[in-house]
C-alpha cells in the first residue's frame, strides 16, 4: 500500500477529483476547506461540507489558509496540470507552501502518470496524499482528465 489517506481543499477540478476517486476506489479523504466551505461550485454554506463532511474549516474565509494546511498536513503533495495552461497562482502558491513545510512534490503533466508510483514507492510508506491543480473554470476538463490519470495510478497493483 502506498496511499493511505488522500487530502484536498476540493476546489473544482483537480481537488474535486481527487476526493471523487479516492471514493470511488473506498481510500478515505480529508482536508481543510474555507469558512463556510467555500468552493467556485458552491458558494454558500455549508459549501462542500454537505457532500463532504469528512473535509474541515479552517475558520477563514481567505482560500490561502486551507491552501498552506493541507500542504502542510500532508506527507507529500501530486500537482496535476494540463499542458495547455500556465500554472495558475493558487498552483503555484501550493508549490511554494510545500517549500516552506519541507514536504516532497511532485508536479505532472496530466499525461504523465508514468511518473508518480516511483515518487510515491520513494517513499517508503503509506502516505497522505495531497493531491492539488488548477481549478475546472481556470483549466476546462481539467476535472475529468485528473479523475482517469488518478483512476489509472489507483488501479496499479500496490498502490491500494
Known amino acids: 500500500m502506498l496511499i493511505k489517506k488522500i487530502r484536498s481543499g476540493g476546489q473544482s477540478g483537480v481537488d474535486r477529483a481527487a476526493l471523487d476517486t479516492a471514493?470511488?476506489?473506498?481510500?478515505?479523504?480529508?482536508?481543510w476547506v474555507p469558512e463556510g466551505g467555500w468552493a467556485e461550485d458552491y458558494p454558500s454554506p455549508p459549501g462542500l461540507l454537505r457532500d463532504y463532511p469528512e473535509l474541515v474549516e479552517t475558520g477563514s474565509?481567505?482560500?490561502?489558509?486551507?491552501?498552506?494546511?493541507?500542504?502542510?498536513?500532508?506527507?507529500?503533495?501530486?500537482i496535476l496540470f494540463s499542458d495547455v495552461e500556465t500554472q495558475s497562482r493558487g498552483t503555484l502558491y501550493t508549490r511554494m507552501?510545500?517549500?516552506k513545510h519541507s514536504n516532497s512534490v511532485l508536479a505532472v503533466n496530466i499525461g504523465e502518470v508514468e511518473?508518480?508510483?516511483?515518487w510515491?514507492?520513494?517513499?517508503?510508506?503509506?502516505?497522505e496524499l495531497n493531491v492539488?491543480?488548477?481549478?475546472?473554470?481556470?483549466?476546462?476538463?481539467?476535472?475529468?482528465?485528473?479523475c482517469?490519470?488518478?483512476?489509472?495510478?489507483?488501479?496499479?497493483?500496490?498502490?491500494l
Open 120 to 127: 510515491l514507492r520513494s517513499f517508503g510508506q503509506p502516505i
Open 61 to 78: 474565509e481567505n482560500i490561502d489558509i486551507r491552501t498552506e494546511w493541507n500542504a502542510r498536513d500532508a506527507d507529500g503533495t501530486l
Open 115 to 118: 511518473k508518480v508510483l516511483p
Open 148 to 159: 482517469t490519470l488518478l483512476g489509472e495510478l489507483f488501479s496499479e497493483e500496490g498502490v
Open 23 to 31: 471514493r470511488k476506489f473506498s481510500i478515505p479523504i480529508c482536508g
Open 132 to 146: 492539488a491543480g488548477p481549478r475546472e473554470s481556470e483549466s476546462p476538463g481539467i476535472y475529468q482528465a485528473a
Open 97 to 99: 507552501m510545500v517549500t
